[in-house]
Structure formats: structure tokens, C-alpha cells
């Protein structure tokens, strides 16, 4: 992980931080499968840790940030003059709660309160097991298969944007 990336995070809640870091490996899981993207570069925009396909120039510009506005959620951003959002929208209504034309946001399961349901007088193996189920828990209920989908969708925004010019352009046979 980017310094700068490191930075943004340590200011999150501990939750957000493991929150951003399960996105983070869907993100590069994502890309890893992705014919187009190629190698991501992590970096900091916007003060947001984002990552672009700078080598293929494939997709566009994506975040993972936890804002204090949404004090029990974690955002997936998409730069605002795309169509993703509204792509995404139509796709998942249902899915996640939607900020604008730039965000999809996820809210942590209620299940969990805000120590990961862990107790200090509790033994340290103890502990990490019961982090390790809070942090099930908490990513319980993200759709994963149609966050994969939204990073897909970015990972290859340029490219799925020149193939739609190409088929208007092209005559039929």
C-alpha cells in the first residue's frame, strides 16, 4: 500500500479501515481477472485513496473512501462526469444507497457495534477471533458479485466507451 494511502486510512475508524481494506482486495482481485486493466496505480485524489489503470488507460478513476457523513458506511466513488453510477443504478437498484453521479455507498451490518463486539478484559486469542467473526459479520451483507461488477464496469469504462461509438458508427450488415 501507497504512503499516502496509508496516511488517509490511519485517520479512519477501525471498522472503515477494515472496510476499505476488503474492498481493496475485491478492487485488485477484480483487476487481477480483468483482460483490459492492467497493472493499477495507487495514489491519493481528491484527499480519497483512488486507483487508476494508468498504463492501459482502460477505466477511469475509482475511490474508496469513508466520509464522516455517513458515520456507519464506506463509499465506492467513480468520477462524476461518467455514466456508472446511473449504469450501476439501473443494474442494482437495490443494492446500494447511491450519492449522486459518483458514489455508491455501503452500510456496515448493524450487527456490529462500533468495537467489533469486543470485550478488554477478554484474552488476546479470544479477541482475534471474535474481530475475525465482527469482521464477517460486517461485510455480511455487501453484494459482493455486483461490487466486482461496478469495479469491472470501471476497470473498463474506455474501453466499453469506445465499443459503443464503434457499433453507432458501424453500418449493419
Known amino acids: 500500500m501507497s504512503k499516502k494511502v496509508e496516511e488517509v ?3 479512519y475508524p477501525e471498522w472503515a479501515q477494515e472496510s476499505f481494506l476488503f474492498l ?4 485488485y482481485q477484480t483487476a487481477a481477472n480483468n483482460e483490459f486493466a492492467g497493472e493499477l496505480t495507487e495514489t491519493v485524489k481528491w484527499g480519497e485513496p483512488a486507483w487508476l ?4 488507460q482502460s477505466g477511469t478513476t475509482i475511490r474508496i473512501a469513508w466520509r464522516k457523513k455517513y458515520a456507519r458506511a464506506i463509499g465506492i466513488y467513480f468520477h462524476c462526469n461518467t455514466s456508472l453510477v446511473s449504469t450501476i443504478s439501473a443494474l442494482y437498484p437495490d443494492d ?3 450519492e449522486g453521479h459518483r458514489g455508491l455507498i455501503l452500510a456496515i451490518s448493524d450487527s456490529v457495534d462500533k468495537n467489533s463486539g469486543i470485550n478488554n478484559k477478554v484474552q488476546e486469542n479470544q479477541i482475534c477471533s471474535k474481530k475475525r467473526q465482527a469482521n ?4 455480511s451483507n455487501y453484494p459482493i ?17 469506445c465499443n459503443r461509438k464503434k457499433q ?5 450488415i
Open 9 to 11: 486510512i490511519k485517520q
Open 96 to 98: 446500494f444507497q447511491y
Open 136 to 139: 464477517q459479520r460486517m461485510h
Open 53 to 56: 489503470t494508468e498504463q492501459s
Open 168 to 172: 453507432k458508427h458501424s453500418p449493419d
Open 145 to 161: 458479485d455486483a461490487i466486482e461488477h461496478c469495479f469491472e464496469l470501471a476497470l473498463n469504462y474506455h474501453v466499453n466507451k
Open 24 to 27: 481493496r482486495q475485491i478492487l
